[in-house]
């Protein structure tokens, strides 16, 4: 039986909690942020998936690294949601779930560097 990738899991539930959050932002009419903000959120699994199927421990921490980006970028866009208010909603359950997965995949990459 395979053992669950922990990060693999947050990042797919995120990715299903930022689709769920851009179909909201729509009904509001909010169109350019919410669209960055979905595809970056998105990106992030995605990356992670495709991480698995590294040719080597470089190309892993480069994949890893790519979703990292893509996750910081995510709060980025989540923060000019939240101080802008161009759509009032709570954003801090959305923030603490993409803070969770920066701080894991800061501790993957610099563990596979070290290794």
Request: aromatic fraction near 8%; avoid cysteine; charge should be positive.
């Amino acid at each position: 039986m395979k053992k669950e990738n922990l990060i693999q899991r947050l990042s797919f539930d995120f990715a299903l909690s930022a689709i769920a959050l851009y179909k909201v932002l729509l009904q509001e009419k909010e169109f350019i942020i919410s669209k960055q903000f979905v595809r970056s959120a998105t990106s992030i699994g995605a990356n992670i998936v495709e991480s698995e199927a590294a040719q080597s421990k470089n190309d892993f921490i480069h994949k890893m690294s790519i979703a990292s980006k893509e996750a910081r970028e995510t709060k980025y866009w989540l923060l000019l949601l939240e101080r802008s208010q161009l759509v009032q909603l709570d954003y801090t359950s959305y923030l603490q779930q993409i803070d969770s997965i920066i701080n894991i995949l800061t501790a993957i990459i610099k563990t596979s560097q070290t290794k």
